[in-house]
């Protein structure tokens, strides 16, 4: 059983900052991408940014400059420091590792709950 915990999220007012913790925890052999993805009221789930096992890094556009995801292999966490926040970027966010589970050959998605980022303008 794998689980991911994300928290962090909160209420903040436009050009704040906020900073997402997603930590994995149960029976993990080994964790390949790690990522953030937000899903805004009436709209599709969209990636945000995600980090390789080797440091490399994507970012959606609307984030770019902003936002700056890392990962801290030891703790099995994925972080997201969200800076210059605006209204736009409020969602729901949500934690997405690629990790193989003890017993498993094979990669395999895990999502977390989701934490609510609001941004009042």
């Known amino acids: 059983q794998v689980q991911l915990v994300e928290s962090g999220g909160g209420l903040v007012q436009a050009g704040g900052s906020l900073r997402l913790s997603c930590a994995a925890s149960?029976?993990?052999?080994?964790?390949?991408?790690m990522g953030w993805y937000r899903q805004a009221p009436g709209k599709q789930r969209e990636l945000v940014a995600t980090?390789?096992?080797?440091?490399?890094?994507r970012y959606a556009d609307s984030v770019k400059g902003r936002f700056t995801i890392s990962r801290d292999d030891a703790k099995k966490t994925v972080y997201l420091q969200m800076n210059s926040l605006k209204p736009e970027d409020t969602a729901v966010y949500y934690c997405?590792?690629?990790?193989?589970?003890?017993?498993?050959?094979?990669?395999?998605?895990?999502w977390g709950q989701g934490t609510q980022v609001t941004v009042s303008s």
């Open positions: 980090v390789t096992e080797t440091g490399t890094t």
């Open positions: 997405n590792a690629v990790l193989i589970v003890g017993g498993s050959y094979y990669y395999t998605p895990h």
């Open positions: 149960g029976s993990i052999v080994s964790i390949n991408d």
